[in-house]
């Protein structure tokens, strides 16, 4: 054996292996998937602080803005509607979607 192929065949040994493309996509969607997850657990607190303040602020200001929530009221089932919606909407899309 020549030093060439000696040095041919101790290279080749080095070689790395081919990549397994759908492992690696596999991988990616579950790293997003748990992000995107964690993204939305940490925003509990800042909701529940965030209707904390709103109570405090509909008893302190109540008896002053109270012909306020009667034409508020609509509004926001509305929009709580919409936005349900929206959501189940994008969460089918993403359940139903090949891939």
Known sequence: MT???KLEAFFAAD??????????????????K???W??????IPWALIGAVLLWALDTAAGPYVGGLADTALPV???????VAGAGAALWLTRRFSAG
């Open 34 to 36: 748990r992000r995107a």
């Open 76 to 82: 926001a089932m509305a929009l709580t509607l919409a």
């Open 15 to 32: 070689r790395p292996s081919s990549r397994d493309y759908a492992f690696q996509i596999e991988v990616a969607r579950r790293i997003a």
């Open 38 to 43: 964690m993204t939305g657990l940490a925003l």
């Open 3 to 5: 030093p060439d192929r």
